[in-house]
């Protein structure tokens, strides 16, 4: 009963086309003709009725060769000629198309969509020594709420409980649980999986982890590609013409046939309209790019449009940044190498009293190996980008950075005697080198495969742009295969890098984290961000944010983009191949309404499930073709008229 109510028009029109049939061909009774002939209108009518209105509407708006206006004027003129149930057929099966189109852009932008479930309706904040259960957007910055185990963390924040384990694979496409200690950040729509936990909420409702991924979804689902664009404004030439070619197929063979029959010639022209209509065309096309959208946000790969996907398939530069991008941004102290005099220990200390003002993962590094030592107040901290840091403490000048910050300040260096891949702090009082802090990382354990599998993918130049010494730069590179590696650069010197790269006959990307990478990835054509450690302005600059900080994903990234340009490309070679074919058969009198309706709606039923497999191919969740007219739950927004396929288009 649900699906009569749902699909009525079909329903009705299908049941009174089969009792016409019926009347016409196998039961026979005075009268019979008229009965049939209603049965043929009232079928016509459940059907036809919607495409007519949707055609005046049009033309209302401008619009007068539209797909409607095809369809209906092909199966008008099939009941001029008593093609009855030729003409009813034609509108059923073309309606049957249009719901089908309908549901599987709906599916598509559900796949998108459904991450708004994941977004929780309640929260339970701790006010006035009591829980209150309010809307996520009720609570302030700086409140503490409380999650069960099981739930969803309703707003980011950061963990007041000692231990904790969350599954984030909601919004980073990871299934492995993260596990978070007190301090450390947690994400909305994430689950909390084993015990109750206190969070301080750290971020509103509207400016969420959470929110920026639906934000940024739903964006993208709106940016189209350059073949969308190109596929609408072809089918607003391509209607008219194939109208006026249906009228020159009727009338010019009067010029040169002998014996010219009208009705042969005029039948001939209604097949080559219904043919012709493009909405089965331009609908799988934005379907293709739904599910490539789609099926990168399942993997954590986040797209702000689908001309994206196109740039990320012609991609043949990619400059990379080193820390927190191809290394884990994880710093350890290894070393210390005392100077002047000092002690190991007051230059510690002298170290951390600058890098507790920074989040540098370097400050971090040197903080952690301190481990809670009393440390001495500084004051006039001031932060030189790609340098480090300068302050006093008392009257004593402190700087804390790399070799340049002390030479710029006219500090002679102190040489060491260490060759190993590591991070060089030096550390400065008063005018004078006192030591030097050697600190390492750790190259991300996919990195190596992922530059592999680029260069497969047909990306043939790898470079590394990093503010780290040259020669740390160079050991990174050189373990990675990276073709070129840059040390030593300021924001600014990583931009002009980039810039010098860019050219028409090529695609450059940059992929980074930091708040420093921000102008160079808005520059490159494809700016990639690492979206789980990356600072806020490199991923709202990005085009494309990584959610699980994994270099493997732009491989995956890729991959998806081509598949998805191929998935295109075949519906529409498969389309117009057919339909040039019938076409050419029906001006030579080979083929009849019933080719004409497998060329329309069979055609386009193809490539909506040519369309599907993006999803099928690379989604967690994916689409199951059983049915176009499946049960599953649909966006409630969402409109299930079937006109609305027409409006992506």
């Known amino acids: 009963m649900e699906f009569i109510k749902k699909y009525y028009e079909v329903f009705w029109s299908a049941v009174s086309l089969i009792a016409a049939l019926a009347v016409q061909y196998w039961i026979s009774f005075p009268g019979s003709e008229f009965i049939y002939l209603s049965l043929y209108l009232i079928s016509y009518l459940f059907v036809g009725g919607p495409v007519w209105v949707k055609a005046f509407k049009s033309i209302q708006k401008g619009t007068i060769f539209s797909e409607f206006l095809l369809m209906g004027i092909a199966t008008v003129g099939a009941f001029i000629l008593g093609e009855y149930a030729e003409g009813v057929a034609v509108m059923l099966f073309y309606m049957i198309g249009e719901y089908a189109q309908g549901n599987a852009v709906r599916k598509a932008r ?50 007041l409980t000692n231990r904790a384990s969350f599954n984030t694979a909601a919004l980073t496409g990871e299934s492995k649980p993260m596990s978070r200690n007190a301090g450390e950040e947690v994400w909305a729509g994430s689950v909390n999986e084993l015990v109750p936990v206190r969070i301080k909420v750290t971020k509103g409702y509207e400016d969420s982890r959470l929110s920026d991924i639906l934000n940024m979804v739903q964006e993208a689902a709106q940016r189209k590609a350059p073949t969308q664009r190109f596929m609408t404004r072809f089918a607003k030439v391509y209607t008219p013409i194939v109208v006026w070619l249906a009228v020159a197929l009727t009338f010019l063979p009067w010029l040169v046939v002998e014996p010219y029959v009208f009705e ?67 710093f350890e102290v290894q070393e210390i190498y005392p100077a002047n005099g000092y002690e190991t220990s007051q230059i ?27 440390i001495p107040e500084a004051n006039d901290i001031q932060e030189i980008p790609g340098r ?27 040489e060491i005697d260490n ?30 495969q992922a530059l592999k599998e680029l260069r497969d993918l047909g990306v043939s130049k790898l470079m590394m742009l990093s503010g780290d010494n040259q020669e740390t730069t160079d050991s990174i590179a050189k373990q990675l295969g990276i073709d070129q590696a840059f040390g030593g650069l300021l924001p600014d ?13 090529h695609v450059v990307g940059f992929v980074g984290d930091g708040l420093n990478d921000a102008p160079v990835i808005t520059l490159a054509d494809v700016g990639i961000a690492m979206g789980g450690i990356g600072s806020d302005a490199a991923i709202e600059t990005a085009d494309v944010v990584i959610q699980t900080d994994q ?6 990234a890729i991959r998806i983009a081509k ?3 191929k998935v295109v490309w075949q519906n529409i070679g498969l389309a117009l191949g057919i339909k040039i074919l019938v076409m050419a058969l029906a001006t030579v009198g080979l083929a009849t309404m019933w080719e004409a309706i497998f060329a329309d709606v069979g055609v386009a039923l193809i490539a909506i499930a040519n369309a599907i497999r993006v999803q099928k191919k690379f989604s967690n969740d994916q689409f199951t073709i059983r049915s176009f007219f499946g049960s599953e739950k649909i966006n409630p927004a969402a409109n299930n008229n079937p006109e609305s396929c027409c409006e992506v288009c």
């Open 264 to 330: 042969e010639w005029f039948y001939r022209a209604l097949i080559f309209l219904v043919v012709s209509c493009p909405c089965g065309l331009v609908i799988s096309i934005p379907l293709g790019y739904f599910g490539g959208i789609g099926a990168a946000s399942q993997n954590g790969i986040l797209l702000k449009g689908s001309d994206y996907l196109d740039q990320l398939r012609k991609m043949k530069i990619l400059f990379l940044d080193k820390t927190g991008t191809m290394t884990e941004g994880v």
């Open 493 to 505: 010197g990583k931009y002009e890098k980039v810039k010098e790269a860019l050219g028409s006959n």
């Open 419 to 448: 060759d190993k891949p590591s991070a060089f702090v030096y550390v400065a009082a008063d005018g004078m080198h006192i030591g030097t802090i050697l600190i390492s990382d750790k190259i991300k354990t996919d990195a190596s």
């Open 388 to 414: 480090g840091l300068k302050g006093a403490i008392g009257q004593e000048g402190i700087l804390v950075g790399n070799r340049k910050l002390l030479e710029e300040n006219e500090v002679s260096v102190s």
């Open 348 to 374: 510690l200390k002298l170290a951390a009293s600058l890098e507790l003002h920074s989040s540098h993962p370097v400050a971090k590094a040197i903080l952690s190996f301190i481990n809670g030592q009393e």
């Open 551 to 556: 270099p493997s994903k732009i491989p995956q």
């Open 110 to 159: 559900g796949s998108i969509e459904s991450l708004i479930n994941q977004q929780p309706d309640v929260a339970t904040v701790e006010r006035n020594g009591e829980t209150q259960e309010i809307h996520p957007s009720e609570v302030e910055p700086g409140e503490v709420i409380q999650v069960k185990a099981g739930a969803k963390v309703p707003l980011d924040g950061e963990l």
């Open 563 to 565: 598949f998805t340009h």
